[in-house]
């Protein structure tokens, strides 16, 4: 199996040590299968996931792609993150591993601008649309302030700047990216939810 190895940051040939099938009790009893593969580059190991996409499993075409859980586990959105905004962290999540630092902070505005259009704020632009999200409560001060941040670092990456967007710089703001997700696509409606049932 194909798979990104961290350890050699690149897509390797892996070697399969052992695998479990077995029935996912959250997602209608789907079958999965976890896999212990070894990077024949290197020799780590990592642990993946798949789901029985087709109907038998013999057959290796009818498994999903590997998604890792161990090392370093994989990206996983909420899912109620607008469409726009989950293909740009997914993007952003690939610049980062190609080491497209810049590239990878032009993702992470464009990720917040489908949080603006998601919200339907009427400025197409992103400075304003950030301050409507405050204005219309969606993001409070801090998450605020995270944005402005993404927004400057944004501007810098799309624009021939003579400032560069290091490693770290591009990281953190990943991770904000992916805070302000949660907040807005889970911890918000979960909150809502758990109002609800203490009013009814
Ligand atoms: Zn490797």
């Not at 079958?31 to 212990?36: A, E, F, K, N, V």
């Not at 642990?47 to 087709?54: A, I, M, T, W």
Request: proline share 4%; aromatic share 10%; net charge negative.
């Amino acid at each position: 199996m194909v798979v990104y190895c961290p350890a050699c940051e690149a897509l390797v040939q892996t070697e399969k040590l052992s695998s479990h099938e077995k029935f996912n009790v959250d997602y209608d009893f789907a079958p999965m299968r976890y896999s212990l593969l070894k990077c024949t580059a290197c020799n780590e190991i990592q642990l993946v996931e798949q789901y029985l996409v087709g109907y038998e499993p013999e057959n290796e075409d009818h498994w999903s792609s590997a998604k890792r859980n161990w090392p370093l586990p994989e990206l996983e959105l909420p899912l109620h993150v607008p469409a726009v905004t989950k293909k740009s962290i997914e993007e952003a999540e690939r610049c980062l591993r190609a080491k497209a630092f810049t590239a990878c902070t032009v993702m992470t505005g464009r990720a917040l601008e489908g949080i603006c259009r998601h919200y339907a704020t009427s400025s197409r632009y992103l400075g304003a649309g950030i301050k409507e999200l405050k204005e219309q409560g969606v993001i409070d001060e801090k998450l605020f302030e995270w944005s402005e941040a993404l927004h400057l670092h944004r501007n810098i990456a799309a624009h021939a700047d003579e400032r560069t967007i290091t490693e770290e710089d591009a990281r953190d703001l990943m991770d904000f990216t992916i805070a302000i997700c949660e907040y807005i696509f889970v911890l918000s409606e979960k909150f809502k939810d758990f109002k609800a049932r203490q009013n009814s």
